[in-house]
Nanobody, 122 residues
Framework: QVQLVESGGGLVHAGGSLRLSCAAS????????MAWFRQAPGKEREFVGV????????YNADSVKGRFTISRDNAKNTVYCQMNSLKPEDTAVYYC???????????????WGQGTQVTVSS
């Protein structure tokens, strides 16, 4: 397994942007599929986006398509989530996750970060 640490969350006005980073430990980062999930208060954890091991294939949830971009830098053991045109409904704790399967299901992921808070004010 890899250890994951997210950063980059914060408070932003609606329409603003943030870039989340997720740094991974270990030498096997490039073999993992990486994903972002989020969880708002009182709601279940929700899939945001996923990227394959090489970074050549990505898929985003409909709720963030056209606004969020997932990317990765295997040389830096880091995956990113660029979030533009943020909306108040994007407010949540954002988690990165590592797994062996290209999946939108949280239970398919074996390693999780501690989460970073994103708050979008109206």
């Amino acid at each position: 397994q890899v250890q994951l640490v997210e950063s980059g969350g914060g408070l932003v006005h609606a329409g603003g942007s943030l870039r989340l980073s997720c740094a991974a430990s270990g030498r096997t980062f490039s073999t993992y599929v990486m994903a972002w999930f989020r969880q708002a208060p009182g709601k279940e954890r929700e899939f945001v986006g996923v990227i394959n091991w090489s970074g050549s294939v990505t898929y985003n949830a409909d709720s963030v398509k056209g606004r969020f971009t997932i990317s990765r830098d295997n040389a830096k053991n880091t995956v990113y989530c660029q979030m533009n045109s943020l909306k108040p409904e994007d407010t949540a704790v954002y988690y990165c996750a590592a797994g062996k399967f290209y999946s939108t299901t949280s239970s398919d992921y074996e390693s999780w970060g501690q989460g970073t808070q994103v708050t979008v004010s109206s």
